[in-house]
């Protein structure tokens, strides 16, 4: 929703539109919090596996990249970049596991421009 959430849904009828409600209700039921930094919801590169399919997600200034490997089902594809973005670790505790300061981990993450 731009704020921090998402959440997938599937809806199945003969209908078009009727399906299309019932996913997207799906959808809103199922919202779960993505964490996020400065506004940004990945701050490195993580990957998600769902049965066959493998997302990668990485960032490339301003925007992110994916690569997706293996099978590319649709419904497949979404779950893994869900689980990816569910599995990143925020900075903080990446900092806070290495000892470090937050400003010393965002030199990695940003380039060296803090």
Same mark, same amino acid.
């Given at each position: 929703n731009g704020k921090g959430l998402i959440g997938i849904g599937e809806g199945k009828s003969s209908e078009f539109e009727e399906a299309r @409600? @019932?996913?997207?209700?799906?959808? +809103?039921?199922? %919202? @779960?919090? +993505?964490?996020?930094?400065e506004g940004r919801t990945i701050f490195g590169d993580v990957k998600g596996k769902v049965s066959a399919t493998e997302v990668?997600? %990485? =960032? &490339?200034?301003?925007?992110?990249?994916? &690569?997706? =490997? &293996?099978? &590319?089902?649709h419904m497949n594809t979404v779950k893994a970049t869900l689980q990816a973005l569910l599995s990143q670790r925020l900075p903080e505790e990446i900092a806070r596991a290495r000892g470090r300061k937050l400003v010393d981990v965002r030199k990695v993450y940003?380039?060296?421009n803090v």
């Open positions: @409600q @019932q996913a997207k209700n799906a959808a +809103i039921r199922n %919202m @779960q919090p +993505i964490p996020m930094y990668e997600l %990485m =960032t &490339r200034p301003p925007d992110m990249a994916a &690569r997706v =490997t &293996r099978s &590319r089902n940003y380039g060296g």
